[in-house]
């Protein structure tokens, strides 16, 4: 079975930084895209980045560019998202997926989240 | 403001269908794969239908996709309490090489 197990998630100060980490078994893992998706309380699902199979191309959310960095290690299987001057309205639960493929589009298997929250 | 257009809510009686839209354009639901989800509240989104119409093991037929042009729509039959959930379409927009979504749609079964 596919698992996406999130951590690094916690309480931060307005612009501070925070990095995510991401642990996937029960797939080859390098032979994915991978995507970080986020969801502030009560709202919906929001983009934030995503990342090829063998980490060449990557895109941003407009909202994140500049600040987070996404990264993977295939060697242990490992999506990472590094955030820096996070702001208040980067709280949100931030979601690892897995995309269906080589290909750049929906992710089909989600992990429980971790919750992120910029507060002074 | 999101870049797909859901209604913000539907709701039908036990055992009823319904349908839920999800219009976008040509830079995205007009020439890519839809993706629909189901979320329950403090839970992840669950993966309902892939490729527009494709659902994956495990999901009951009573949940359909389809497509035409720019718009998407899931389909839900024999509508039950247990399908009370947000609702969300996805894609990949191909001008904004983004994963968009839409503002998601609130069921309820009444």
């Known amino acids: 079975d596919v698992q996406l197990l999130e951590s690094g998630g916690g309480l931060v100060q307005p612009g501070g930084s925070l990095r995510l980490s991401c642990v996937a078994s029960g797939f080859t893992f390098s032979s994915k895209v991978m995507t970080w998706v986020r969801q502030a309380p009560g709202k919906g699902l929001e983009w934030v980045s995503s990342?090829?199979?063998?980490?060449?191309?990557?895109y941003y959310a407009d909202s994140v560019k500049g600040r987070f960095t996404i990264s993977r290690d295939n060697s242990k299987n490992i999506l990472s998202v590094q955030m820096n001057s996070l702001r208040v309205d980067d709280t949100a639960v931030y979601y690892c997926?897995?995309?269906?493929?080589?290909?750049?589009?929906?992710?089909?298997?989600w992990g429980q989240g971790t919750l992120v929250t910029v507060s002074s | 403001q999101s870049v797909l257009t859901q209604p913000p809510s539907v709701s039908a009686a036990p055992g009823q269908k319904v349908t839920i839209s999800c219009s976008g354009s040509?830079?995205?639901?007009?020439?890519?794969?839809v993706a629909w989800y189901q979320q329950v509240p403090g839970t992840p989104p669950k993966l309902l239908i892939y490729d527009n119409t494709e659902r994956p093991s495990g999901i009951s037929d009573r949940f359909s996709g389809s497509k035409s042009g720019t718009l998407a729509t899931l389909g839900i039959t024999g509508l039950q309490t247990g399908d009370e959930a947000d609702y969300f379409c996805?894609?990949?927009?191909?001008?904004?090489?983004?994963?968009?979504f839409g503002g998601g749609t609130k069921l309820t079964v009444l």
């Open positions: 996805g894609t990949w927009d191909i001008s904004l090489r983004s994963l968009v």
């Open positions: 040509s830079s995205n639901i007009g020439n890519t794969y």
């Open positions: 990342i090829s199979g063998s980490g060449d191309s990557t």
């Open positions: 997926a897995r995309g269906a493929g080589y290909s750049f589009g929906p992710p089909h298997d």
